[in-house]
């Protein structure tokens, strides 16, 4: 059987290095930041997702290693053998769907996000007034 040309957590990688280009700090840094955060907020609603991903990943690698273990060619399947070969089946199919929603949620918040550049040392601008709107004319 041959192996996938990617690694088992290539996405959540990807997602993991597009955080911390985004926050400029390392992946623990930033998860640290974030429960350090009382409110949440941004960070850690994408350090969070960026775990459960990972751990969907993970999920996957280990009932699908268990899986080849189940079904090797020289084991004999037997009745119980077939109920744990279904179960990891089952496993799989649900960790790549959680996988597939938290990856598709994850980078459409991170392909809409942009870093920001460091403040600069001058103050803000004074917010400019809105023009006038001219007033309804009346007509008789």
Not at 1 to 13: D, E, K, N, T, V
Not at 18 to 46: S, V, W
Not at 110 to 127: F, H, I, N, Y
Request: charged share 20%; net charge negative; proline share 9%.
């Amino acid at each position: 059987m041959s192996q996938p040309a990617h690694s088992p957590h290539a996405i959540s990688q990807n997602v993991a290095e597009h955080i911390e280009a985004l926050y400029g700090q390392p992946l623990a840094e930033l998860e640290a930041l974030a429960d350090a955060t009382p409110d949440g907020g941004m960070l850690a609603a994408l350090t969070g997702n960026h775990s459960d991903l990972a751990l969907a990943e993970r999920n996957i690698a280990f009932q699908l290693q268990r899986l080849r273990e189940l079904a090797a060619p020289e084991r004999e399947i037997g009745r119980f053998d077939a109920g744990h070969i279904l179960d990891c089946a089952r496993r799989i199919a649900e960790s790549v769907a959680t996988r597939d929603a938290y990856a598709k949620s994850v980078s459409a918040v991170l392909g809409g996000l942009r870093r920001v550049s460091a403040p600069d040392t001058q103050p803000p601008a004074p917010p400019v007034p809105a023009a006038p709107t001219a007033a309804p004319s009346r007509t008789r």
